[in-house]
């Protein structure tokens, strides 16, 4: 098991459960590329702070060289605001990480089809929304994109803006079963749909269909990180584990990579969790920490994970 700074910190600056996961290991060589800063650093999260960008409890800078998109294409870096949900490669070490590549990863893009009285709960492209708060100035036929976190079939939202694009789109892991093939928990059909693998990332481009509750798909793409700061050596994620039929029996709903076989995330099946470790084709991690369901607890907590 490797006990590095970088957990130990993460344990101790949280006050809450920082704890190191047993069944980790990997080679010295591994190992002494991920202290070294050699390999990108991949970080999927929750932009909480500015100062820099953190997300997920990881401080990341920006310089002239950073590109910013989503999933229409590149944003400028003020497009970029707290709450979106973000996948980041970077270079340099876990305490000096230089963005290459910031991507805000909608788990949705569509039209509000139905929505609780309180505005709490609402539906995008078939899927159940929970936005946490009663008034986000949107209503029932809006067209909106949502940033947020998947929970299983479910998306809790950390964010909703104005759509940009007159497209539909989803993000999210895999599921494939008896001839269906489904991207989060909804059908999809289109061009490349067949060769999607379970487990895998993907996220499309298209129309919903309300009536047919399927997702006719226009463009696909199946990297969640495309390369920007080299091969991967470490993970940062944060999300919810859901259960799956292969070891180690969790994964992370709408991530796309495999946990290391070994670890025993038993104590994380319900709790939103920020994971830390190495990657080495899968998720080596080595550090757990529990996050907060409160925005503004979790924030806090985030915000001296950075530090």
């Not at 876990?94 to 039209?111: F, K």
């Not at 694009?165 to 989060?184: H, P």
């Not at 080299?230 to 039929?245: F, K, N």
């Amino acid at each position: 098991m490797t006990t590095g700074k970088f957990s130990r910190r993460a344990a101790l600056a949280a006050g809450l459960s920082g704890l190191m996961l047993p069944g980790t290991v990997w080679s010295q060589s591994a190992e002494r590329e991920v202290e070294g800063g050699i390999g990108g650093t991949g970080i999927v999260g929750v932009l909480t702070d500015f100062g820099s960008l953190i997300v997920g409890g990881n401080r990341v800078q920006t310089d002239a060289t950073t590109r910013f998109s989503d999933g229409f294409g590149g944003l400028r870096e003020e497009d970029v605001q707290i709450g979106d949900s973000l996948t980041v490669e970077a270079t340099g070490t876990p305490n000096a990480l230089i963005a290459r590549r910031v991507h805000v990863t909608h788990p949705l893009v569509g039209r509000i089809s139905a929505a609780s009285e309180d505005g709490r709960r609402v539906k995008i492209n078939g899927v159940e929304v929970v936005t946490g708060r009663s008034d986000r100035g949107f209503v029932l036929g809006d067209r909106v994109a949502v940033s947020g976190l998947w929970q299983g079939p479910r998306v809790m939202a950390s964010r909703l803006t104005a759509a940009r694009s007159e497209l539909d789109l989803i993000s999210g892991d895999v599921k494939r079963s008896a001839g269906d093939i489904r991207l989060g928990t909804v059908s999809v059909r289109g061009r490349g749909v067949g060769a999607l693998a379970q487990g895998s990332f993907a996220s499309a481009t298209g129309r919903y269909d309300a009536d047919t509750g399927r997702f006719r798909v226009d463009t696909l793409s199946t990297q969640r990180f495309v390369g920007a700061a080299g091969p991967l050596a470490r993970l940062s994620i944060e999300g919810y584990l859901e259960p799956t039929d292969t070891a180690p029996g969790y994964r992370i709903s709408g991530l796309g990579h495999s946990f290391e076989r070994t670890l025993d995330l038993r104590r994380y099946a319900e709790a939103r969790v920020r994971f830390s470790g190495a990657y080495t084709g899968r998720f080596a991690a080595d550090s757990a920490v529990i996050l907060p369901e409160g925005t503004q607890a979790r924030r806090r907590v985030l915000r001296r994970l950075s530090r």
